[in-house]
C-alpha cells in the first residue's frame, strides 16, 4: 500500500503563488507516475498535471505556461508550483499516484489518492 500525504494549500489573492506538496509513504517502489488532479463541486476529477519516473511531464490546458510540476525521487516527493492564480483555480487538489505509467493520465486509472488540499484564489 502506499499513502500520499498532501500539503500547501491555501488562500492566495489573484496572480499569487503556492506550491503543493504531496509525500509519498509506504511500498514507493510499486509506483511509475505522479499526478495532481483536482475537482470542482459537481464536476469530475480532471488532470491538472502529471509526471513520470522518467521525468516526463503533461499539463492540461487550463494550466499551461502557469503551473509547473515536479519529483524529487530521493524524497519521493512530488510539487506542483501554481503561479498566476485565477480565481477559477479554486478547488481542492489532489495528489495521485499510479503503478503503471499510461494509467495516471485518467482518474479511473490512478491506484492511489491523497486527501486532498484547498486552494483558494480570491479575486
Known amino acids: 500500500q502506499v499513502q500520499l500525504v498532501e500539503s500547501g494549500g491555501g488562500l492566495v489573492q489573484a496572480g499569487g503563488s503556492l506550491r503543493l506538496s504531496c509525500a509519498a509513504n509506504?511500498?514507493?517502489?510499486?509506483?511509475?507516475?505522479m499526478a495532481w488532479y483536482r475537482q470542482a463541486p459537481g464536476k469530475h476529477r480532471e488532470l491538472v498535471a502529471a509526471?513520470?519516473?522518467?521525468?516526463?511531464?503533461k499539463y492540461s490546458d487550463s494550466v499551461k505556461g502557469r503551473f509547473t510540476i515536479s519529483r524529487d525521487n530521493a524524497k519521493n516527493t512530488v510539487y506542483l508550483q501554481m503561479n498566476s492564480l485565477k480565481p477559477e483555480d479554486t478547488t481542492v487538489y489532489y495528489c495521485?499516484?499510479?503503478?503503471?505509467?499510461?494509467?495516471?493520465?485518467?482518474?479511473?486509472?490512478?491506484?492511489?489518492w491523497g486527501k486532498g488540499t484547498l486552494v483558494t484564489v480570491s479575486s
Open positions: 509526471v513520470t519516473s522518467g521525468g516526463r511531464t
Open positions: 509506504g511500498s514507493i517502489s510499486t509506483i511509475n507516475a
Open positions: 495521485a499516484a499510479s503503478e503503471l505509467e499510461g494509467e495516471i493520465y485518467s482518474h479511473y486509472g490512478v491506484d492511489y
